[in-house]
C-alpha cells in the first residue's frame, strides 16, 4: 500500500506550516498579508478540490452544449473519438455515447435498449457529483436485457413506472457515460455501435405512454471542450453550478466557506480585483496540489517495488464513491480523483480495470521530450482487450494535436515478441520499424498513462500477473 506521507485532510495545517516557516506559500507569497488575507487565500484553495467532481460534470455537460447536445439528447461518436475529445482520461478503444438530464422539474426516464449482436454496451447513471446511481448494459443492472430506469428529484414522493428501476437522486442534473464494447473499429462494427446509440430514449415520466424518439448528435471530430480551466474563472463556474444544484447537509459547512470566497447561493457573483487575484493564484496551486497527491501519495501501490498505482484512493469504491466514512467525509481524496478522471462505476472491476503511471523508476514525472520503452509481459489477462494510453499531467486530457493517443492488442499490426511480449514506446519520435507500437508525446509537456483492462480475469487482481516499470530509452 502506499504510504500516506501527506494527509490530504491536512492541507491547510501544512500551508500554514509553510508560511511560518518561510513566510510564503507557493507561488502566492504572504508577506504584508493578514491572517485573513491568507485564510482566505487556503480556502479558494479547498473550494477547488471540494468541487471538484461537480466542475468536472459541469465542464463536460456545457461542451456538449456548446455541439448542441442538450438534455436528453445522445451524443455518440460515429468513429472512436481522438484528440479533440478533451475529457479527464477518455478511452481510444471504444466510441463513447453521452447524454444529460435534469429532474428539476420533475422525473426521467432513461431507456437503455437490449444489447444488439457484436454490440454490448457498458456505462454508469451518475448525478451531478458523479455517484454512480446505476450500471447499466451487458454488467449492470439489465445484465443486457435493456431497461427503464426512472431518475427521480430530491424527496420526491409521487407517480411511478411499473417495471423501471426506480433511482432516486440527490441532486437536480444527471449524466451517462456509456462505452459500446464491440470486437474492433471496423466500419461495420461502428455502425452497429451507432445505430445502439440512437435506439436510447431520454424523456420526462409525463411522457411516458407515448415516448418520444430522442435526439441524436453525431460528436466525433469536433472539439469538446471538457477540462475544466483551473484559472480565476473557475470561481464564477463554481458559482454558476451552485445556483443550479441542490445543497445538501454534509455541504453545509463547505457552503459557509464558499460564501467567505464570495460564491453564495442565491447571491450575486462578484469578486473585486483582489479576489480576482486571490482566484488566480488559488486555482493554480488547487490543481498543482490535486496532481501531486493523486499520483504520488493517495492511490495505493499496485505492485510492490514498482510505480503502477491504483486508479482511485481508498475510500472510492468502500463508499460507493460517495466519500463518506462513519468519521469523517474525505472530499479531499474525491477532488483528487476528479482532477484525473470523469465518470464513476457502481460494480468497479468487473466489466473495466485501470492502473496509472506517471513516474519513472527513480520517481521523476514522466517527461515528453524524451523516448521510454514499456515491455507488456504475455497472456495479459483479460476476456475482451487491453491497452495503454498517454494523458498529458496538467490536463489529464489526451495531448492536443497528436495522431495517435494509445496503443494495444486491437491496434492493427501491432508487433509482438517472439516470447509473447509487446514493447511499447512513449516519445515525440517513434523508434525505427515500432511505428505501430509507438505514441506519440510533446516536447515540453510532462504525460502519464493508464493501463486498460476489459473484461479483467482473476490474474489482474491476485499479483500472478504483474506489470513491468517503465524504462527510460537513452
Keep these: 500500500m502506499r504510504a500516506q506521507t501527506v494527509v490530504p485532510r491536512a492541507l491547510c495545517v501544512v500551508l500554514v506550516a509553510a508560511f511560518l516557516l518561510t513566510g510564503s506559500v507557493g507561488s502566492a507569497g504572504a508577506q504584508g498579508r493578514t491572517i485573513g488575507d491568507r485564510v482566505t487565500h487556503y480556502r479558494a484553495i479547498d473550494a477547488i478540490v471540494w468541487a471538484m467532481p461537480l466542475l468536472n460534470f459541469k465542464t463536460f455537460r456545457d461542451g456538449h452544449a456548446d455541439l448542441g447536445v442538450g438534455y436528453n439528447d445522445i451524443a455518440y461518436n460515429s468513429l472512436v473519438q481522438d484528440w479533440k475529445f478533451q475529457a479527464a482520461t477518455p478511452n481510444d478503444n471504444t466510441p463513447y455515447v453521452d447524454f444529460f438530464w435534469t429532474v428539476k422539474d420533475g422525473p426521467v426516464v432513461v431507456e437503455i435498449p437490449p444489447s444488439a449482436e457484436g454490440v454490448a454496451i457498458f456505462g454508469t447513471l451518475m448525478d451531478a457529483w458523479q455517484r454512480p446511481l446505476e450500471d447499466v448494459g451487458a454488467k449492470g443492472k439489465d445484465q443486457g436485457r435493456g431497461g427503464k430506469y426512472l431518475m427521480l428529484p430530491p424527496g420526491y414522493d409521487g407517480e411511478l413506472l411499473t417495471g423501471a428501476y426506480v433511482l432516486p437522486q440527490k441532486t437536480y442534473n444527471g449524466f451517462a457515460i456509456l462505452r459500446p464494447i464491440i470486437p474492433d473499429a471496423s466500419p461495420e462494427n461502428l455502425a452497429k455501435a451507432a445505430a445502439f446509440a440512437k435506439r436510447i430514449k431520454v424523456y420526462p415520466l409525463s411522457q411516458a405512454e407515448n415516448p418520444p424518439e430522442s435526439r441524436s448528435v453525431d460528436i466525433y471530430g469536433r472539439n469538446m471542450e471538457g477540462i475544466v480551466k483551473l484559472d480565476e474563472t473557475v470561481y464564477a463556474e463554481l458559482h454558476e453550478i451552485i445556483q443550479e444544484e441542490t445543497v445538501e447537509e454534509q455541504n453545509l459547512a463547505m457552503m459557509g466557506l464558499l460564501r467567505t470566497i464570495g460564491i453564495e447561493k442565491g447571491a450575486p457573483f462578484a469578486p473585486d480585483a483582489a479576489m480576482t487575484e486571490v482566484y488566480a493564484v488559488a486555482s493554480a496551486e488547487a490543481l498543482e496540489y490535486m496532481i501531486e497527491q493523486y499520483h504520488k501519495f493517495l492511490n495505493p501501490w499496485a505492485y510492490e517495488g514498482k510505480k503502477w498505482s491504483v486508479l482511485t484512493p481508498?475510500?472510492?469504491?468502500?463508499?460507493?464513491?460517495s466519500w463518506v466514512f462513519p468519521s469523517h467525509f474525505d472530499y479531499h481524496a474525491r477532488g483528487c480523483l476528479y482532477y484525473a478522471v470523469i465518470s464513476s462505476v457502481k460494480n468497479y472491476g468487473t466489466a473495466t480495470y485501470y492502473l496509472d503511471l506517471a513516474e519513472d523508476k527513480d520517481g521523476?514525472?514522466?517527461?515528453g521530450g524524451r523516448t521510454y520503452r514499456l515491455n507488456v509481459p504475455a497472456d495479459v489477462p483479460v476476456r475482451d482487450f487491453w491497452s495503454a494510453v498517454v494523458y498529458d499531467l496538467e490536463s489529464a486530457?489526451?495531448?492536443r494535436d497528436m495522431p495517435k493517443?494509445?496503443?494495444?492488442?486491437?491496434?492493427?499490426?501491432?508487433?509482438?515478441?517472439?516470447?509473447?511480449?509487446?514493447?511499447?514506446?512513449f516519445g515525440p519520435e517513434a523508434p525505427e520499424g515500432m511505428e505501430t507500437n509507438w505514441v506519440p508525446t510533446a516536447e515540453g509537456r510532462k504525460f502519464f498513462l493508464l493501463f486498460r483492462f476489459y473484461g479483467p480475469e482473476p490474474a489482474v487482481f491476485d499479483g500472478s500477473w504483474e506489470l513491468n516499470d517503465i524504462e527510460l530509452v537513452e
Design 405 to 425: 493517443v494509445g496503443a494495444g492488442s486491437a491496434t492493427l499490426g501491432l508487433v509482438t515478441n517472439d516470447d509473447g511480449t509487446v514493447d511499447l514506446f
Design 397 to 399: 486530457a489526451w495531448i
Design 364 to 367: 521523476n514525472w514522466l517527461d
Design 314 to 321: 481508498p475510500g472510492a469504491v468502500e463508499t460507493d464513491f
